[in-house]
Nanobody, 122 residues
Framework: QVQLVESGGGLVQAGGSLRLSCAASGRTFSNLVMGWFRQAPGKEREFVAAISRTGAGIYYADSVKGRFAISRDNAKNTVYLRMNSLKPEDTAVYYC???????????????WGQGTQVTVSS
């Protein structure tokens, strides 16, 4: 079993920045592939970014490429999502996910955090 706890969400103006963190426990973190997804009201959960076990493989949704950066610190059992140049359309609940296979779809991720709200005002 893996427990994931997100933090760092909040309210920010368009053009601003936030850094989300996701602390993992319960399993060797370096064995896990990590991902970030988001879900806006009335919309399906969508892929944002993913990172391989070592950090050598990184993947982004086209909508965030060049603005967001995913990273991980295996010594701290934590994955981060740095979000720059935020737009109102980035407003959503952001979820951290863990699994064994890198994927841009949510099905392969077995473990999920509770989510953190990000609101971008125009």
């Amino acid at each position: 079993q893996v427990q994931l706890v997100e933090s760092g969400g909040g309210l920010v103006q368009a053009g601003g920045s936030l850094r989300l963190s996701c602390a993992a426990s319960g399993r060797t973190f370096s064995n896990l592939v990590m991902g970030w997804f988001r879900q806006a009201p009335g919309k399906e959960r969508e892929f944002v970014a993913a990172i391989s076990r070592t950090g050598a493989g990184i993947y982004y949704a086209d909508s965030v490429k060049g603005r967001f950066a995913i990273s991980r610190d295996n010594a701290k059992n934590t994955v981060y999502l740095r979000m720059n140049s935020l737009k109102p359309e980035d407003t959503a609940v952001y979820y951290c996910a863990a699994g064994l296979v890198v994927s841009t779809t949510h099905e392969p991720y077995a473990y999920w955090g509770q989510g953190t709200q990000v609101t971008v005002s125009s």
